[in-house]
């Protein structure tokens, strides 16, 4: 009787190490989410430039990223990744904010000069997109709106995650 006790007390502080590993391992896998509407805070431990998609960042993070989210990709410009010079304008972002005031519009600038990544783009150009949302049917939405306006004929969804290295 004594031996069955000793081996239920083990098993149970096993499964509750397991557990906690298993808690520990999704809390480091656990990814920012994103601040896509400019007229709500966002709650967040990072200065970001009002140029950038800002996201929730815990204090003392020093390399972090996004879940999954779409973009409505408007404008692409550069033709090397040695244009950091070209980037589309800080006046062009605020002009196509206008016309989405809910969904943030954000631009890419070099990697040299930028802390910020953008996964799912090149390199070699600089980009503007709009904050689309995390699910498909929120991004066709977005993107029914940006066609609507006429300024932006070739805009098209892509899915994306956005973070940051602070080492």
Known sequence: MFKVLVLIAVCAVTIDVARGH??????????????????????????????????????????YDTELFYAVMLKSV?????????????SERLAAQSLFPTNKVFTSRCADVE?????NTSSQHRFMAVYAGSTLAEARSVLAA?????????????????GFNGT
């Open 22 to 63: 298993a808690g520990a391992a999704r809390q480091r896998n656990r990814r920012a989410s994103v601040c896509g509407n400019p007229k709500v805070a966002c709650k967040t431990s990072v200065t970001f430039q009002p140029f950038d998609l800002p996201f929730r960042v815990p204090k003392d993070a020093v390399i």
């Open 146 to 162: 940006v066609k609507k306006t006429g300024k932006f004929p070739d805009a098209g969804i892509r899915r994306m995650r956005t």
């Open 78 to 90: 550069g033709k090397s990744d040695q244009d950091c010079e070209v980037f589309v304008p800080e």
């Open 115 to 119: 802390t910020l990544f953008y996964s």
